[in-house]
């Protein structure tokens, strides 16, 4: 604990050279992989096993959990993480892992909007790959509009067709599940905050990081509480 405050202390407040103005989500997500290491590998591999992961009550609020594109992690701990945790995490290559496992669920709606809304998670901009915040900016409203795209093709499957029947454990409904990690990436403040209360008990590292990844991708230090 005593490390993850230091450096913490030390990217707050003796930041390098030329990066005391800059957005900080990218390190504030950086330093919350490095130093807070969640959820379990062991549930990860569990998952991973499955043949319809899917079925498993734990399976959308662990990919929920993790989706952006720090992939280091990936190869340090395996597939491991989860889809709406991996996407607050910035997990890209885990959220990739299990966005792919749905390309065997029996809802065909289900699988036409994994496929668009894989290379979204994949390609979503990130400050430190451009030369200047402008163009970066630029790019992250190009993707929101994609994201925004995705949204659109989501509402017009029919109600009747946002639901599936699996077996034993009835009806699922699978719409509602993915529009949660799609209104992350729209940066919706009401989905996020909802998210970190229920499944994250308040926990204000992936709240703030997440804040910046989706929300304000221009949150600075100087605005942080």
Known sequence: MLSSAISLFVMLYMPEEGYENVPIAEELVDWMNMHFVEPPTEQGNMLNQLEKPWENEVFWSYLTKWVSPFTVFVAAHGVGYSIRRCIL?????????????????????????????????????????????????????????????????????????????????????????????????????????????????????????AWGMFVDRRTRRQSLP
């Open 89 to 209: 995490r910035g997990l890209t290559g885990s959220s990739s892992c299990f966005l792919q496992v749905l390309e065997r669920h029996p809802s065909l709606g289900l699988r036409d909007m994994v496929k668009l809304l894989q290379p979204l998670v994949m390609n979503q901009p990130h400050l430190r790959n451009f030369t200047s915040e402008r163009k970066f900016v630029f790019a992250a409203h190009q993707w929101r509009d994609e994201v925004k795209a995705l949204r659109v093709e989501m509402d017009k499957i029919p109600e009747r067709e946002r639901t599936v029947h699996l077996g034993s454990k009835g009806g699922e409904d699978w719409w509602e599940k993915l529009s949660d990690i799609v209104s992350l990436l729209e940066g919706e403040s009401q989905v996020l905050k909802r998210i970190i209360k229920t499944e994250l008990k308040g926990d204000w590292k992936e709240g703030v990081s």
